[in-house]
């Protein structure tokens, strides 16, 4: 070797060592994730419901691995309870969160009606509802007497097959005069009123059928009151109402307020804001339980959308406002005391069971605030600080986004959406072959036998369905026994969808104007 190689040498392993050491200390980020598809995650959200149907399914059903069920529901009560959706992974048709899911869905609709038209996706939106709203107008059966579940969770649980297979109980429960459920009764008023108002144009004879019946429901609710978990003992383990039915009262009195402009219903949430807790409740969650945050930004929007007209109502209003802007502040941490938790990559973050619930709630709520913010040229106040729509919109774009797979895992939680998404869905009929290639019965615990613990990846991809998502250190198993992270619920999806919508328009490119011609211009 030579004299200038053997010098050449040592240099060159000098600079690999310090080439080696850079790339070492170099910081180490995620990779860049495709901008998402808003469009593309809202039409698989409305398939979702495709997949949770119960009853006789439609011919133009887009689902073929749903197949009838449930077609003896309520025989046994001499009441046709056909039809309606299964809430989450099971098989059991639970009434309060069923009702919610459509009063959410509706107030999508409600808010951003021609961006989802504009998706193509409107007649798909005005279906979901539709499926909840028949089914609800079956289980009201006279003005003070509501089906309010059918088949029993510990049953149900006790197996794991197919709805199409199900052997288990379809014991139907409901709330009347002498066993009162306000809470559900409230939810279904406020389901049927919202969805009246979707229907108001399109089909006039059935949006005043929605109505009839969502007022007696209301009525039946305010008059008779009562924790509908105490009649409906059935119901307690699985969807207790923690916060009671004052909630709910308000909620279907606001919503009947929207639907018939009637002033009663105005006065009713006016006069007992205090005593129902409209005005005092500051809460930092919103479900399908715990619904104050939604009665305080509605009540809110009145006063945004048209203050003259609710001038004389302006003092309880406000006071609605000051509770609904503890929420969106709670959400963007800028209270001085409550906030939402957050994970370590910004996901709010409330609780370990099903949080994406929470998560898609607040996205769609911060969209529509902040859009009725931008259209009454006011911002949002938090301790002091003045809050524009836009970081309103952006906060609800950065929840949506972790959804879609901006993450630590590059990982979607809409099932079907992008190239990596949860495989083991915690979903009996989606966990198991489809009944129309596989017409083999599946008996009560052969599920569990033969299909619940295997590692494969579910048969039937559950497309659209939101699960329950991380722990509060983005950690997710992707595990079908881990049904508090992957089992998917109804009303996750519900609220995504209108979060969707709102942000489609970004991608369209328009203006963005709902159907109350409120501009949501497409940038943030």
């Known amino acids: 070797m030579n004299t200038a190689m053997s010098a050449f040498l040592p240099r060159r392993r000098s600079a690999l060592l310090l080439l080696l050491l850079l790339f070492t200390l170099a910081p180490v980020s995620r990779s860049q994730p495709r901008p998402p598809d808003y469009g593309d995650a809202l039409s698989k959200s409305l398939l979702y419901f495709e997949s949770q149907r119960s009853g006789h399914l439609p011919h133009n059903q887009r689902v073929a691995w749903r197949d009838h069920s449930g077609l003896t529901d309520g025989l046994e009560q001499g009441v046709d309870l056909v039809g309606g959706y299964y809430d989450a992974g099971d098989n059991v048709k639970f009434g309060l969160p069923m009702a919610f899911t459509i009063t959410m869905l509706s107030w999508g609709v409600i808010e951003y ?46 197996c794991w097959q197919r709805p199409e297979d199900m052997t288990t109980s379809r014991q139907a429960y409901k709330v009347d005069e002498d066993n009162p459920g306000s809470e559900i009764a409230g939810e279904t008023a406020a389901a049927m009123a919202a969805a009246s108002i979707v229907f108001r144009e399109t089909n006039p004879h059935y949006s005043h059928l929605l109505l009839h019946h969502a007022r007696q429901l209301f009525e039946f609710g305010d008059k ?19 916060s009671g039915y004052n909630d709910e009262l308000l909620w279907a009195a606001l919503w009947l307020y929207k639907a018939t402009g009637s002033v009663g219903y105005l006065a009713y949430a006016m006069d007992n804001a205090v005593s129902l807790g409209g005005i005092t409740w500051a809460i930092a969650e919103f479900s399908w339980d715990i619904k104050f945050a939604g009665v305080q930004i509605l009540a809110s ?47 709010l973050y409330v609780r370990k069971w099903n949080n994406m619930q929470y998560v898609s709630g607040a996205a769609f709520l911060l969209s529509a605030y902040s859009d009725h913010l931008r259209a009454a040229n006011q911002t949002l106040g938090c301790s002091g600080e003045r809050v524009s729509p836009r970081e309103l919109l952006r906060l609800a774009k950065s929840q949506v986004d972790y959804i879609l797979g901006d993450n630590p895992r590059g990982a ?50 559950l497309v659209g369905a939101l699960v329950g998502g991380p722990d509060h250190m983005d950690r997710f198993s992707d595990e079908r026994k881990n049904f508090m992270q992957t089992e998917a619920c109804t009303y996750n999806t519900a609220t995504l969808v209108g979060a969707l919508a709102r942000l489609s328009s970004l991608e369209l490119g328009d203006e963005g104007l709902n159907s109350s011609n409120r501009s949501s211009r497409a940038s943030i």
Not at 224 to 242: F, H, L, Q
Not at 313 to 320: A, F, G, K
Not at 444 to 451: A, E, I, K, R
């Open 412 to 461: 979607s939680y809409l099932v079907g959406y992008g190239d990596k998404y949860p495989l083991r869905v915690h979903h009996r009929g989606a966990s198991i072959p489809p009944y129309r290639k596989s017409k083999e019965f599946i008996g009560c615990t052969q599920g569990y036998d033969n299909w619940f613990g295997r590692r494969d990846p579910n048969p039937n991809v």
């Open 113 to 158: 009606g021609q961006q989802i038209a504009g998706t193509g996706e409107l007649g798909h939106a005005l279906e979901a509802i539709k499926w909840g709203t028949d089914y609800f107008v079956k289980a009201h059966t006279h003005p003070d007497v509501l089906w309010a579940q059918v088949g029993d969770g510990d049953t149900d649980h006790y």
């Open 301 to 347: 929007m009145l006063l945004m959308d048209d203050g003259a007209k609710h001038e004389p109502h302006r003092r309880i209003l406000e006071r609605y406002r000051s509770k609904a802007e503890h929420y969106l502040c709670a959400c963007l941490n800028k209270n001085n005391a409550t906030n939402v938790r957050r994970t370590p990559a910004g996901l």
């Open 224 to 242: 008779r009151r009562g924790k509908y978990d105490a009649s409906v003992a059935a119901a307690k383990g699985y969807y207790p109402s923690v």
